[in-house]
T-cell receptor, first 115, second 114 residues
Framework: AQSVAQPEDQVNVAEGNPLTVKCTYSVSGNPYLFWYVQYPNRGLQFLLK??????LVKGSYGFEAEFNKSQTSFHLKKPSALVSDSALYFCAVRDTITGFQKLVFGTGTRLLVSP | KAGVTQTPRYLIKTRGQQVTLSCSPI?????VSWYQQTPGQGLQFLFE???????NKGNFPGRFSGRQFSNSRSEMNVSTLELGDSALYLC?????????????FGPGTRLLVL
């Protein structure tokens, strides 16, 4: 079965420092990977996705993610964190076995950026 | 384009009642999916509709059902509500529903069952 793991419940970083939110995946076939962010009392906002091609994917709000096939990882990164980046981040993989649009989500990582 | 809209945003029901939630996808999007988000189970897929047909379903009891209309708007219904159905219900839409496409989420409907 397709699955993703987010090993850290929370990541703490000081404003201006680089941040990394980790994600590893397990899939059959080609991985279609996504990152979403959720602010309090809001839905999920799309940040970026990896479908094929360059291993470094650039997304919204200065975020990027690095796809590593050998390590089955898709870590989210940002060179310089902002306090406003504090939110809940979800990694997800498209379930290509059952097909169509179903996303399988990780458990989420809470990012806390301190001033 | 306007984003995905969901109504109502908040809802309080009692056990045994039924509830209907509504979702309007982004204009031109034909695929609509529903997810349930709870602190204990996280984000779980409920079902997906495309061109008025359910084409995928998650592991939820039959009390959870949905439908899609010809204008791509979708509704989900939960009958005989249980306390455990308290959750944030998220709707997401995509244009053609292909595996590489991005799903865009609405703000959700927060359901509280008392």
């Amino acid at each position: 079965a397709q699955s993703v793991a987010q090993p850290e419940d929370q990541v703490n970083v000081a404003e201006g420092n680089p941040l990394t939110v980790k994600c590893t995946y397990s899939v059959s076939g080609n991985p279609y990977l996504f990152w979403y962010v959720q602010y309090p009392n809001r839905g999920l906002q799309f940040l970026l996705k990896y479908i094929t091609g360059d291993n470094l994917v650039k997304g919204s709000y200065g975020f990027e993610a690095e796809f590593n096939k050998s390590q089955t990882s898709f870590h989210l990164k940002k060179p310089s964190a902002l306090v406003s980046d504090s939110a809940l981040y979800f990694c997800a993989v498209r379930d290509t076995i059952t097909g169509f649009q179903k996303l399988v989500f990780g458990t989420g990582t809470r990012l806390l950026v301190s001033p | 384009k306007a984003g995905v809209t969901q109504t109502p945003r908040y809802l309080i029901k009692t056990r045994g009642q039924q509830v209907t939630l509504s979702c309007s996808p982004i204009s031109g999007h034909r695929s609509v999916s529903w997810y349930q988000q709870t602190p204990g189970q996280g984000l779980q897929f409920l079902f997906e509709y495309f061109s008025e047909t359910q084409r995928n379903k998650g592991n939820f009891p039959g009390r959870f059902s949905g439908r899609q209309f010809s204008n791509s708007r979708s509704e989900m219904n939960v009958s005989t509500l249980e306390l455990g159905d308290s959750a944030l219900y998220l709707c997401a839409s995509s244009e053609g529903g292909g595996p590489q496409e991005t799903q865009y989420f609405g703000p959700g409907t927060r359901l509280l069952v008392l």
